[in-house]
């Protein structure tokens, strides 16, 4: 029996007190949130644009091996910070009180998804219906089978490859997501519709490919193909270490999903517990949250997706004692634990077994 599986079943009155305690929660962090959350969140831009400075920099220098390996991880180091714990957390709107043109809802970050196209996939789609099967999209991203509760077909032979290719490749996936290619192949909208949605991500796609792999390469000048190589390993490394991440928080084994029904009339603490039931944690130190956009606290994200990350350290060790008070499981593990699990899960449910019913938040 799975960990989840031994959380206890709430009655309705439970259900509410359990969602009053995180909503009083929620209140008094937001209370709170002010400058210092301000002055965080600008120091963390100011990182981005340093390593990259000084990553773009040190490849000029590359015909020196060591300055070609420290340039590309100072550029992958930056390319992680601006997609996981400025731009993922800034166009959720956690910043937005500061008022500042630069820093809200709005930001543009360097991957290939644009932000109106992820913040419709992302930040209603799967925030609205996490892990409610047919309606969040994150739920095997359309490529994968990752639960028993979809249904098999002969192509998820091959995810494990799939998964590789997912993983090298993340911004583009995440990119290509909210197009719904699945959707124009089952005749549910047309090419044409598709053709539209895929000109801004074109578009993106186009600035970037020119940044990274044309305009830095030529200024090098006989510097070319190392410096594009840099560029190329440091996006590999920013796309692998966000894969494994976000995996992680959503695709454990004790990670549930749940039947399109369990949205219908829902209260505020099912909606709590269905946000607990499909999360899972990673622990760390400081520097490892910070690398994670603090989606290794995926739980309290997931609770309270529009309040600074930077708080969510401080509230985890309140959100579990209130799991632990109501019976219900808090999913947490090293890394590598959790990642083992994802990793089983990718590899058994590719194989043959029949559906089986989601599990209901109760």
């Known amino acids: 029996m799975s960990d989840i599986a031994a959380s206890r079943a709430l009655s309705p009155e439970e259900i509410d007190q359990f969602g009053a305690e995180l909503d009083a929660l929620r209140q008094r962090t937001l ?3 002010g400058e210092r959350d301000a002055r965080y969140i600008r120091r963390i831009e100011k990182a981005v644009r340093y390593t990259e400075v000084a ?50 809802n709005r930001y543009e970050w360097d991957t290939v998804c644009p932000g109106d196209a992820w913040r419709h996939s992302h930040n209603y789609m799967h925030h609205t219906y996490t892990n409610v099967m047919g309606m969040d999209r994150d739920v095997g991203y359309s490529i994968l089978r990752l639960f028993p509760e979809q249904r098999w077909e002969p192509r998820f032979l091959g995810q494990p490859f799939y998964t590789l290719m997912l993983a090298l490749f993340f911004d583009v996936g995440v990119g290509f997501h909210d197009l719904e290619l699945d959707r124009a192949r089952k005749g549910e909208k047309t090419w ?35 410096v594009l190589a840099g560029n190329f390993v440091a996006n590999l490394i920013r796309n692998v270490w966000s894969f494994t991440i976000i995996f992680c928080g959503h695709f454990t084994a004790n990670a549930e999903v749940f039947p399109a029904s369990v949205v219908e009339n829902e209260s ?17 130190g ?44 808090y999913n947490t593990g090293s890394l590598g634990r959790q990642f083992a699990q994802v990793l089983g899960r990718i590899f058994r449910h590719s194989l043959p077994s029949r559906p089986a019913a989601p599990a209901l938040a109760s």
């Open 31 to 33: 209370s709170d949130v």
């Open 55 to 104: 990553g773009r920099g040190l490849l000029f220098l590359s015909f020196f091996p060591p300055a070609w390996l420290l340039g590309t991880l100072l550029l992958g180091l930056s390319k992680i910070l601006d997609n996981m714990e400025l731009g993922h957390n800034l166009m959720h709107g956690q910043y937005d009180f500061m008022q500042d043109p630069h820093l809200n």
């Open 192 to 226: 044409k519709q598709v053709g539209e949605e895929f000109r801004p991500v074109w578009q993106k796609m186009k600035r970037l490919l020119f940044k990274d792999y044309l305009l830095f390469p030529l200024l090098s000048g006989p510097l070319f193909l190392s």
């Open 268 to 284: 505020r603490g099912h909606w709590y517990l269905r946000q607990l039931r499909g999360s899972s944690n990673l622990s760390g």
């Open 286 to 329: 400081k520097w490892f949250h910070i690398l994670s956009g603090n989606l290794s606290h995926q739980i309290e994200h997931h609770l309270f997706p529009d309040l600074p990350a930077c708080r969510y350290a401080e509230m985890a060790p309140v959100v579990r004692a209130i799991c632990e008070r109501h019976g219900q499981h």
